[in-house]
């Protein structure tokens, strides 16, 4: 028998999306998309988000609330794959594994204090329902760290004669796995 933890919901998102049809396959594909996080009342305390707005990006923790179930396959048909070819659930980004969680990065655009609902995180590029639950938030160090070094090169740059150039290769390499950091 599988050992069992509870998790508490400590948020939930509020998007565009009432239902799954239409939402992004995974986050930041479209940073038009905005979207806002209330904490449950429990976790409502302004010092849990301090510091959190020095950071570009959160991961997001969530459940797929839709897709709770019982049971479990190893095997699963990705719709991108169009719905023919069976994979295994632990390589697809499938709501329907042993435990229905998932992992967005977003956009931090702001953090308000609303007077009644506490902290309020203002989002882009979120790919979840609207009322998905969260189960915790992460900063996300990457694109932080991202940020830093393209504003170290840039000033780098203007303090010298020479041109910057980027290996064509790196950047590809680096766009193509950007979205699942």
């Known amino acids: 028998m599988a050992e069992e933890i509870a998790v508490k919901v400590i948020a939930r998102i509020h998007t565009d999306f009432p239902e799954k049809f239409g939402i992004p396959r995974q986050s930041g594909l479209i940073e038009e998309l905005k979207s806002t996080i209330v904490f449950e009342p429990e976790f409502r305390d302004a010092n849990a988000l301090r510091g959190i707005e020095e950071y570009s990006h959160l991961w ?89 070094h393209l504003a170290a090169l840039r000033k780098k740059r203007r303090n010298t004669s020479f041109p910057l150039k980027f290996r064509t290769s790196c950047w590809k390499k680096f766009r193509r796995t950007a979205g699942r950091h």
């Open 60 to 148: 997001l923790i969530w459940e797929f609330s839709e897709a709770v179930r019982d049971t479990w396959s190893p095997m699963v048909r990705p719709p991108r794959l169009g719905g023919n070819k069976r994979v295994g659930v632990f390589a697809t980004r499938s709501p329907f594994r042993p435990n229905p969680i998932g992992l967005s990065s977003v956009k931090l655009e702001r953090v308000e204090q609303h007077p009644e609902l506490g902290p309020v995180l203002h989002l882009s590029g979120a790919d979840l329902m609207d009322g998905t639950p969260i189960l915790d938030n992460r900063i996300c160090r990457m694109w932080t760290a991202m940020r830093r």
